[in-house]
């Protein structure tokens, strides 16, 4: 990752080399990257007529995945099953799945391979296990955020978070923009405590979101197509604006579970 210092310097391709993961949803496979920032990693699992199971690469030096860490599984299309250990959970759109320290065997199917499920998969280091939850995409606690005014009217479901599923530091959530409207996360904000991933979807084949990054007074962007994801460190503020409406899972880790931890950066001081 790259830091505050370098990042003024950085051209185009240099900051989506640093910050943005792509190419990871490929049919029949998984596929996984160990971050560099809180050690987060994240990955997508698209199983297809065989089942795929989740292995500890050796970036990790586990006997397997979850042997110090704990992991949040979105589902963000058909129904899926994931297998923990002996117990099966059917995963439907937009379902969410928690699993805590000390699951050793994880492995993901699709109910129906013609029209595979994708697994978004985020993961941070945990110390402490908490039991695996599903929480249904009905059972989300809801925010409702914005105005169609500012264009920025949008509905916030949390999965993974204090008065929710209980982790011992992964918060996982997701936000979806409402039709008209554009922006996420504007006003924007920074969390030093924590870093944040947002991984875009529902985006059509033509439509991009402007994910807007780096420190307020000297912003960069990155240009987002569907299912790709952006790492936002704590130094960088993180607001989008999309082409058209979206939805974007968002997941963080650090020093804290508070949803509400932020630092606020009025819209005047960006530059």
Not at 51 to 68: N, Q, S, V, W
Not at 90 to 105: M, V
Not at 106 to 113: L, R
Request: hydrophobic share 35%; net charge negative.
């Amino acid at each position: 990752m790259a830091d505050p210092v370098r990042y003024p310097t950085m051209t185009t391709a240099e900051i989506r080399e640093s910050f943005l993961i792509d190419d990871l949803c490929r049919p029949g496979e998984l596929h996984q990257v160990h971050v560099d920032l809180d050690r987060a990693v994240v990955g997508m699992a698209v199983p297809l007529s065989s089942p795929i199971g989740l292995t500890a690469d050796e970036t990790l030096r586990a006997k397997y995945f979850t042997e110090r860490r704990e992991l949040g599984i979105l589902n963000i299309t058909t129904d899926g099953v994931i297998h923990v250990g002996s117990e099966s959970h059917l995963l439907g759109s937009l379902d969410c799945l928690y699993i805590g320290q000390g699951a050793k065997e994880i492995t993901f199917e699709s109910t129906n391979p013609d029209s595979p499920a994708v697994f978004y998969l985020l993961s941070y280091p945990a110390h402490r296990s908490y039991p695996t939850t599903l929480v249904r995409k009905t059972d989300a606690r809801l925010v409702e955020l914005g105005s169609a005014e500012m264009c920025n009217r949008r509905t916030i479901s949390k999965y993974i978070h204090l008065d929710g599923a209980r982790s011992c530091q992964l918060v996982m959530g997701v936000t979806h923009l409402h039709s008209g409207s554009a922006w996420n996360t504007m006003p924007p904000h920074a969390h030093k405590r924590r870093s944040e991933i947002y991984m875009y979807f529902n985006l059509p084949e033509q439509a991009r979101v402007f994910h807007v990054m780096g420190c307020a007074e000297e912003t960069r962007h990155v240009v987002i197509k569907d299912r790709e994801i952006v790492v936002s460190p704590g130094w960088s503020i993180h607001a989008g604006v999309g082409t058209q409406a979206y939805s974007f899972c968002w997941g963080m880790g650090g020093e804290n579970q508070d949803y509400g931890d932020v630092d606020p950066v009025p819209i005047e001081t960006l530059r």
